[in-house]
């Protein structure tokens, strides 16, 4: 079983990301699972994949439910950066930070049927043991957990075209061109930095007016975060900012930032 384990973890890994929303979180999960493994008799288990499955997931659960009310905080996005990485995206079914902040928006249960059923196809007769409930409740919760995120503003699927709405953002917030950066940005868009919130297109748009500051020092480098485009921005090599995009109809119409030192230093290289 330990061989498997090895086998299953980079999937097992993916999964405790999705649930807990942080890399770290995720690698404490699976050690604690593969402590488990190393203490259970799995001689008689027939299918170990999908018994590895429930033991990272009801670690996960385990975690979210003895989680204390804190700050909000940016969840860990996976960032591919380097030359048109959208070019390279074509197989890509990592998620957007827009999306991890929905999934960190549910409640445990919802969240846990979701991401196993919904992205990760395991059924819901496996899923509900876990939460202590039936496979019909189980549905319910992954049905209304499936609803939160429908609602959400939804990426375009054209990664080049997202990244030339982008580029336009870029250009007019160097330029301090006001009246550009309205153009690109929808009417109802919302910017997110940690606990900061702007919503509206000019208000955002004075806001993007101040990366003029520091634009003439700081390297722009542009990346996939999850499925949207956004970029990377360096001072003296070391990363200042990520600023990710959601484009939808040609517009930005969500804006979510990182700028935590630390955050940012684990995330990028």
Not at 117 to 129: L, N, R, S, Y
């Amino acid at each position: 079983m330990i061989a498997q384990f090895e086998q299953e973890r980079t999937r097992l890994r993916a999964i405790a990301h999705r649930v807990l929303g942080s890399f770290a979180e995720a690698d404490d999960a699976l050690q604690d699972a593969w402590l488990r493994v190393q203490r259970t008799d799995t001689s008689e288990i027939e299918n170990p994949a999908a018994w590895l499955t429930t033991v990272v997931g009801r670690v996960c659960l385990n975690m979210l439910r003895d989680r204390r009310e804190h700050a909000f905080e940016m969840p860990d996005p996976v960032i591919e950066t380097g030359e048109e990485p959208e070019q390279r995206a074509v197989a890509n079914d990592q998620v957007g930070l827009a999306m991890l902040i929905v999934l960190d928006s549910l409640k445990p249960d919802e969240r846990l049927a979701f991401v196993l059923h919904d992205m990760f196809a395991v059924p819901f007769d496996d899923i509900a043991p876990l939460i202590d409930k039936t496979p019909a409740t189980a549905r319910q919760l992954a049905s209304r957990a499936r609803k939160r995120v429908q609602d959400r503003p939804q990426p375009d699927a054209d990664l080049p075209k997202q990244r030339q709405v982008v580029q336009a953002f870029l250009r007019a917030s160097r330029d301090g061109d006001l009246e550009g950066l309205v153009s690109v940005l929808h009417p109802d868009v919302v910017l997110r930095a940690g606990a900061l919130e702007v919503i509206g297109g000019r208000n955002v748009a004075g806001r993007a007016q101040l990366f003029r500051k520091y634009a003439a020092v700081a390297a722009v480098e542009f990346a996939l975060v999850g499925d949207e485009i956004g970029f990377v921005t360096r001072v003296d090599g070391v990363p200042f900012s990520l600023m990710s995009f959601t484009v939808r109809g040609g517009r930005i119409v969500a804006i979510h930032v990182i700028q935590d030192r630390e955050q940012l230093a684990a995330l990028l290289p």
